[in-house]
């Protein structure tokens, strides 16, 4: 709201430096994710101290953005200090995604399905804040008072998790029949960082087992990320009535959260053969052409062919659903084809690429958005 274009002034119209917003924030979110997800890669051993530690400097981050909006600043200055949190925030973020990726590996595949899930769940806040009547500086401050919470009770369920773990392996040995077959060691906890017998394979002996899910991972990601939020924001309903527009909006961003959660949810009941899921995700490259023919404004080259509000509703649906299901099957089926010991280093190997895809198809959306 600080970077408005345009304000008036005594019926004079004073042109503000366009900052092209979205633009700059996805680029830096999602290239601030990949280089982070590299490191990752190059050093694979996935320790406790990285989601512990990469969760607190996100709340802390947070906190310190929630505490900003009540901070009056020159746009220049806002602008600078937003893009700089975005880019913390989400290099933090990229070490908890890779470690939790990592470790989800190494479970059977319903898990990476359910976990997948769960980041397209978390999207859905943002409606009730997209929606809400009051002034935009408090639906702000809740905005970010709320991933405070998350966070902040996600740290708290994560160190109470090895305890619990503890606490049923005690109970496991009260029954065990054998005691002799026990083994005790002088750890109080269960580690969740265990090592598989033998030794691991490389990085690039893992990467050539599982490059064609990595493909997939990545073109998903850059078809969606190209024009969706970037060219997707500035479609304008062609209806009359203020409250049509305020209501068409307001759930454009939620639309595309469920339908894309819905995808991912589906993978757990249906899910394609591996050998033509590619050919699938390749046939994603339409959606870009069909949204930037959607009545975008402002626009100076490409015509309108999909003017009415219902076209450009049906393309979402299917353009969220399929980079959902897409996205789900990807990260499922790329642990599967390695042996179980390499399953976190091909957690961490396709978040790298689901970093790079976010971040190829971030950069697209500039020219993308430029030819319209």
């Given at each position: 709201?600080?970077?408005e274009t345009?304000?008036?002034s005594n ?17 830096l ?11 990752l890669?190059v ?19 947070f ?9 009056p ?9 937003t893009?700089a ?7 933090f ?22 976990f ?5 769940l ?10 809400s ?5 408090t ?10 919470v998350?966070t ?6 994560y160190l ?6 503890s ?15 026990l ?13 598989e ?22 073109f ?14 500035d ?18 961003l ?16 249906i ?5 033509l ?17 959607c ?5 100076n080259y ?18 969220s ?5 897409f996205v789900?099957l ?8 390695v ?19 976010l971040?190829?198809?971030a ?10």
């Amino acid at each position: 709201r600080r970077l408005e274009t345009n304000e008036s002034s005594n019926g004079t119209e004073v042109v503000r430096k366009e900052y092209y917003f979205n633009n700059w924030m996805t680029l830096l979110s999602q290239l601030s994710s990949w280089l982070t997800v590299l490191q990752l890669c190059v050093f694979q051993d996935i320790g406790a101290i990285r989601i512990a530690g990469s969760l607190v400097f996100i709340l802390l981050l947070f906190i310190l953005t929630a505490v900003l909006v009540k901070v009056p600043m020159e746009e220049d200055c806002f602008f600078s200090v937003t893009m700089a949190t975005i880019w913390f925030i989400n290099s933090f973020g990229a070490v908890l995604q890779g470690s939790l990726f990592g470790l989800v590996g190494m479970l059977p595949q319903k898990y990476s399905s359910i976990f997948m899930s769960g980041q397209g769940l978390a999207g859905h806040s943002l409606h009730r804040h997209a929606n809400s009547k009051t002034d935009h500086e408090t639906a702000a401050l809740g905005y970010f008072i709320t991933p405070c919470v998350g966070t902040l009770l996600t740290l708290f369920s994560y160190l109470v998790l090895p305890r619990l773990v503890s606490q049923l392996s005690s109970q496991h040995n009260c029954i065990t029949h054998n005691p002799s077959d026990l083994t005790y060691t002088n750890s109080p906890h269960i580690s969740l960082y265990a090592d598989e017998p033998g030794s691991k394979a490389s990085v690039i002996e893992v990467f050539k087992k599982i490059w064609v899910m990595a493909f997939c991972v990545t073109f998903v990601f850059t078809v969606t990320l190209s024009v969706f939020p970037a060219i997707t924001v500035d479609v304008k309903t062609t209806s009359e009535g203020e409250n049509w527009e305020l209501f068409y909006f307001g759930v454009l961003l939620p639309h595309f959260n469920i339908n894309d959660w819905l995808g991912r949810t589906i993978t757990t009941k249906i899910r394609w053969v591996v050998r033509l899921f590619p050919v699938l995700v390749i046939s994603r490259v339409g959606f870009i052409p069909l949204l930037m023919f959607c009545n975008v404004q402002s626009r100076n080259y490409l015509p309108v062919l999909f003017e009415h509000d219902a076209a450009f509703s049906v393309i979402m649906v299917f353009f969220s659903l399929s980079s959902g299901y897409f996205v789900c099957l990807s990260m499922s089926y790329a642990p599967q084809l390695v042996e179980p010991k390499d399953a976190e280093t091909a957690g961490a190997l396709m978040t790298f690429f689901l970093a790079l895809g976010l971040s190829i198809g971030a950069a697209l959306s500039f020219p993308l958005r430029k030819l319209i």
